[in-house]
């Protein structure tokens, strides 16, 4: 039996986001079809239109950040039913590669993508799905160890967020790297995934939880989020500010924060969280850098180089998530009261409003849009 729906999907390179209707047929044995609730538009899938497709073949169905119901599951599927309630992981680990088999799936190399097309209706062109998801559709199909399962009780209108923003900002704190009780924390860059770093380092029960950013709305947003200091960084030198924060906090200590996560892509900050952290400090780029992107970085300065400062940089990936694990987590924490989900959708939309979305990203102050389908 096959699956009808409508999906946003890019046709061409130039052009804007176009609803067409597509098929999905009954899914390949380690698939499973998921008629989808919710997805969060993030920065990425417009970064995907605005570098033409980025590689990908179109037409490309946007979207991965996806909750929705599973409707049909292939043979060799058992943890899964229909009518399950799931959240889709763009990176279940594929098992094979050489960290998978080593016993290190956060650091798979690879990632599990459905073998089950999703058909354009009119002319039975293959789509695309952006990492492996293709959730800005009404209808998806994916590996079955990229559907995680939910709490009944989770509302998918909340969960959609914690397959990409979320966990890339709380994993950072608790995966990447590990910010322990009373420690001190810089986040520069206070948008969706910055705000969810600062959700991450109060829950891992930090002491000192600084966000630095140019834009007084997301330093507000910082603040509500859980931030106990905030820098704007147009006021002077930020990294001058975190450390004398650090030092007004710490009576005669003159170093800087223990852990330092840049959130902008931005090479500048990337310099600044190296030079906001102490003797031994980390240093943590998530931000998506342009491909010509470079940073130069000081080794040898006496207070703030590499060297002297013994600064470790880590790069954080999808707040480097096994999927199975951390999703229930996360969303326990959100079931608890710990993790504030439902402050971070600015606005829904529908799926004919993508472009739109698009352009209040763009243009405003949104930490995310969801569409409901």
Known sequence: MAFSGKAAVLTEAGKDVELIDISVADPAPDDVVIEVVASGVCHTDLTIKMQQGAGMKFPIILGHEGAGIVKAVGSNVTHLKPGDPVVIAYRAPCGNCPACRR???RHCYMALRPTT???R?????RCS???????FSTTTVVNAKAAIKMPENMPLDKACLLACGVITGVGATMNTTTVWPGASVAVVGCGGVGLSVIQGAKIQGAKQIIGVDVNPTKLQWAKDFGATHIVNALDGDPVA???????DDWPGYEGGVDFAFEATGLMQCIEQAVRMVNYNGTAVNIGFPGKDAEVTLNVGNIDTGVYWNKVNLKVCHCGDALPSHDFP????????GRLNLDAMVTGYVKLDEVEHAFHTMETGNVIRSVIRL
């Open 129 to 135: 799905q952006v990492l492996r998801c293709g959730t």
């Open 241 to 247: 500010a975190v450390r004398n924060l650090v030092a």
């Open 103 to 105: 016993g290190d799936p």
């Open 117 to 119: 097309p999703i058909i």
């Open 121 to 125: 209706v009119g002319d039975d062109a």
């Open 329 to 336: 987590l996360l969303a326990q924490l959100y079931l608890e």
